[in-house]
């Protein structure tokens, strides 16, 4: 179980988004129902303490703003992608779509948190380099057939990496 979280601001909304409130004063990206668009952190360093050799997970927070529930489940289709630039400048690019069921009962300003790649690890193990720079894009595919989620969708303008810690006795376990 990964030990350590840490949050990753948003850099820039992409496509058919809007910035919205909660009533709390949380800001959130908005992407109408048939529409394409999301958001792009901001390009972090990989933690020195975080341990490549054991998989990364990246969680996404989907918002319920406000309007009224369909009446039956549906589904939203979220694409993440995950950019990892080695020191040499490889780009590594990794791709998750999910497939999220929204149940009918989903009440205004609440929350539900995916993870992309889910059961397996977002970032698998061995996939950083030391001394790489991860860049994340989230966004609601709303075109994609899958995605039958017939109302707006708000994006929390952040993303949360969980990893698991080096040991404190060295920089390579």
């Known amino acids: 179980?990964?030990?350590?979280?840490?949050?990753?601001?948003?850099?820039?909304?992409e496509g058919a988004t809007g910035l919205d409130n909660l009533p709390?004063?949380?800001?959130?990206?908005?992407?109408?129902?048939?529409s394409t668009g999301g958001f792009y952190t901001i390009p972090f360093a990989v933690p020195r303490d975080l341990d490549r050799s054991r998989p990364a997970?990246?969680?996404v927070t989907l918002i319920k703003a406000s309007g009224l529930a369909p009446i039956t489940a549906q589904d939203v289709v979220i694409l993440t992608v995950v950019?990892?630039?080695a020191p040499s400048f490889a780009l590594q690019t990794l791709t998750h779509t999910t497939v999220?069921?929204?149940?009918?009962?989903?009440?205004?300003?609440?929350?539900?948190?995916?993870t992309p790649g889910s059961p397996a690890a977002t970032i698998p193990a061995a996939t950083i380099l030391d001394q790489a720079v991860?860049?994340?894009r989230v966004r609601r595919d709303g075109p994609n057939p899958l995605d039958t989620y017939s109302i707006g969708l708000g994006l929390f303008p952040a993303v949360r990496l969980r990893y698991n810690r080096l040991c404190h006795f060295c920089t390579t376990c």
Do not use: K
């Open 57 to 59: 997970f990246i969680d």
């Open 24 to 34: 709390t004063a949380v800001t959130m990206i908005t992407v109408a129902a048939a």
């Open 134 to 136: 991860l860049g994340v």
């Open 1 to 13: 179980m990964p030990s350590t979280e840490l949050i990753i601001p948003y850099a820039r909304a």
């Open 83 to 85: 950019n990892i630039i």
């Open 100 to 114: 999220q069921t929204i149940p009918a009962s989903w009440q205004n300003n609440s929350w539900v948190t995916i």
